[in-house]
Structures are given as structure tokens and as C-alpha cells.
């Protein structure tokens, strides 16, 4: 009777851990701030669904996200708030994965840690509230490591399907949620072969089916190939980003937090080694590893394309395996070992929570769309330095009535896909329209050619949103407002 007590105990405990992450999730979403990558996406979706795919297969992610993001705002509505709960959908899925199969296979201590550092591990709020496929990825991959232990415990067939669906839909939302879950399936054939050599047709079957799943987003992923040098400008991957990019699931924000929680996967690692272990701690070791395998696959793949495809948080859908590992370990040390290391997550998610918060309820967007709100009627577009596209891809997403612009050097540049105004044939578009100049530069005079056009600005008024801060100004010119 005890002992049955204490399981139901230990699943109301689960629960509502899982509920009370879920709402730390949802409590960030209230707010009308995006940063680029955002406003790329939202503005991607806004058109039909015909379009939504056309973009996609022209971007050099795959499609699933975008196509879930459509359905989701045809359905609730095409707001910040909406497109973010989108995201977290994921998160909140991983967090029951964590309340139901972690806790029926390793127990309420590794349940409950686990649950926790979804919610308060670095990176985990911030991607998986961001409008990007990323949390989506995460999920994917995660339930592939997960279905992958039930696989190895129970051989049943619908767990070797689930993984291969898992694996699939990784490969449909993200490249490197593919390349983790790619893993995942090498190193459970190392296991099979090292130990349980009765699973390796069913590995087989389900490899088989997961890449024949795949394989239509394959021929997209060809197709998109050719737009990789085009796209990516990420950094080389030198030692010193492969340093950050090795501590990147460490880094909360603030130093002594960083080194604390890095020493402590450090201990857990060590205390790993020390111990005898069997082969199933080995392969769940593996999840550990998988991250930085993936860092190495995209350090050697950038070199092999001579294109740098690859960037920190691209190891984002691998971070859900990494601390499954680490709740598994922490789960078996005694009750006071355990405390605190759940009170160095509780710490970090502290950190995490104030950091993000801050950045999603950053004030300054309301004022902003206030402002434009009122007066944009009064205006065609906007003008920008060359360099400052961040804003203006914000701005087309907050305003896409307006047509922006930028200049460089004497040409003046709509900002549209393969249109170019020379600054001779521009004098019957863009210099008889009323226009703002939107500038993050505080000393960005106007440049000589405009004022040879008969411009100057005059200030309207300093604007901040998401992590942005930019200067307003009327483009003044013979036209003036009523």
C-alpha cells in the first residue's frame, strides 16, 4: 500500500511540475516583439498556402514548420502571440514526454529533474518560444532518443515505429534535428551490435522506414542545396568558436551560474566513468555525446561545402538528449546529492526566466506601433542605411504596406527580389514620395547623393523594440505633408 502511495504521490508531483512549466512557457508569450529571424518567418507565412510552400522549398530549411505555422494562424489568428504558442507546443510536448515515458522508465527523481531542465536549462526558453522551427526540431529528435530507450527495453514494433516517425518529421522541420536523430539510430546500432544483436532487424526495418519517410524532403533538400552559399554567412569554425560553441548548453549569462553548472555535468561525467557501468548506461551516455557529435558533423560538413552551414544553435534539438542523460545520472545519487543538483536548476532557470522575460516584455513595441499606426497612412515607405536590414525585415513584417528601400553607394534599392532602381531612373518613383528614414546609427548623416536630390530629415523620434533601437526621421524633400 505504500509503495503504491508513493507511485501516485510521485505522478502528482510529476504532473504538476509538467503544468507549472507549460505556464512558465505560455507567461512569455504576451507580448509583440520579434527580432529578424522572426519577422522572416511571420512574414513568409503571409500569404497562401501555395506560396508558403513555393517560399519554403526556396529557403534552405525544410518545410514542416512554416506549414504548421500557417495552419495554426488561418486557424487562431495571424498574431506575435499565437505564432509563439506555436512554438512552445513542442516544449510543452517534450515536458509530457518527460511526465509520462521518463517517468514509467527511470523513475520520479529523473522524471521530475528532467521536467525542470526543459523549462530552465540555457537556451531552452529562448528558442523554444522563438518563432522558428528549432523547439519543433528539439521535439522531434528528443522523442527519437526517447522511443529509442523503449525500443532497447520492450523490442515492441510500435515503439521502432515511433522512432522512425520521429526521425522522419526531425528531418521535415530541421537539418540538424535530422543530423541528432541521424545518431540516435547510429549509436542504437552500436548497442545493438555490442549487446543485442536480436534488435538489429528491427533496427533495420526501422531505419529502412524512417529514410523512405524522409525521402520526398530529400529531393527538397537538393533542391535547396544550390542556395546555401547564397544564404548562410555564418562564422568559420575556428578553435575558439568551437570552444564557445562546446560550452554554448552551459552558458546561462552570468559567470559564476555558467561555471557552477558546467561543473556540474563535469562531476556527473566523472562519477560516470568511476563506477562500473553496463552497456544500456553506456548507450544513454550516448546522449551526452550526441551534441557534440553534432558540432563536429557541422564543423566537417562547412568545411566539405566550402560554405559555412553551420552555427551554435543549430545544436538546439540535441540539448533535450543532452540533459536527459544528465536527469538520469542526478537520479540515481542519493536524496540530498540530488537536492542540489535540483537546486543548481532551479538557480539557472532563475536566471534564465529573468533574462528572457526581459527581452520578450521589452517596452518601446507599443509606442512604436502606435505611432505608425497613426501616421503611416501619411507615407509610401521608409528608407535605410545599407547594413540595417534587421529592422527593415522587422518593419516589413509590423508594416508591409510600406515599401522599403535602402541605398548603396549611388544606387537606391527596393527592397524586393531581383529589382533595382538606379538613383537616374528612380526620379519617378521614389524621389516624389513621402518617405521615412530609419537609421540605428546616432551619427548617420544623410549621404551626399540624396542631398543632391534636394533632401534633408528632420527628427520624428527614437523607437525601440525586441532588442533594437532606431532613430525616425521625415526624408524631406519639395513634397511636404499636409
Known sequence: MNNRNKRINGKVITYIL???????????????NVWLDEAFTASLIRTDFINVIDRSIHDTLPPLYNIFLKLSTDLFGYSVPVMKIVSILPMAGTILLGSTFVYQ?????????????????????????????????????TGAGIFAVECIYTAKWKYFLLLSVMTALAG???????????????FFLIYCFSTRKDLLQKWMASAFLAMGLYFPCFLITLKQMGNVHSYFSMPDVTLPVLIKYIRYPFTVGFTPLTLLLAASMAFILLRFFIYPKNPMSFFLFSYFAIYLCVLVFGAVASRIMSANIFVDRYLFPSFGLLWLFFSIEVGKLHTKEY???????????????????????????EEML???????????????????????E?????????????????????????????????SADIWQQHLFYITERKDSPI???????????????????????FSLYHLNNFYTLE
Open 394 to 426: 522587422c518593419m516589413t513584417f509590423y508594416y508591409p504596406e510600406l515599401i522599403p528601400y535602402t541605398w548603396r553607394d549611388k544606387e537606391v534599392l527596393r527592397a524586393e527580389i531581383d529589382y533595382t532602381v538606379e538613383i537616374e531612373e528612380a
Open 339 to 365: 537536492s542540489f543538483f535540483v537546486a543548481i536548476a532551479l538557480l539557472v532557470g532563475v536566471m534564465s526566466y529573468q533574462n528572457i522575460y526581459k527581452l520578450e516584455y521589452t517596452e518601446g513595441v
Open 18 to 32: 509538467a503544468i507549472v512549466g507549460i505556464i512558465t512557457y505560455i507567461s512569455l508569450i504576451f507580448n509583440k
Open 105 to 141: 522508465r527511470f523513475g520520479v527523481k529523473t522524471s521530475c529533474l528532467y521536467i525542470i531542465c526543459i523549462v530552465s536549462m540555457p537556451q531552452l526558453l529562448y528558442y523554444g518560444l522563438e518563432i522558428r522551427m528549432y523547439s519543433l526540431g528539439f521535439f522531434f529528435a
Open 172 to 186: 521535415y522541420t530541421h537539418h540538424f534535428a535530422l543530423v541528432s536523430s541521424g545518431f540516435v539510430y547510429l
Open 370 to 392: 502606435a505611432y505608425f499606426d497613426e501616421n503611416q497612412d501619411k507615407y509610401n515607405g521608409y528608407l535605410v542605411p545599407e547594413g540595417e536590414y534587421e529592422v527593415m
Open 447 to 469: 549621404p551626399p547623393f540624396l542631398k543632391e536630390k534636394g533632401y534633408s530629415t528632420s527628427w520624428i523620434q527614437d523607437f525601440h523594440f525586441d532588442r533594437y533601437t
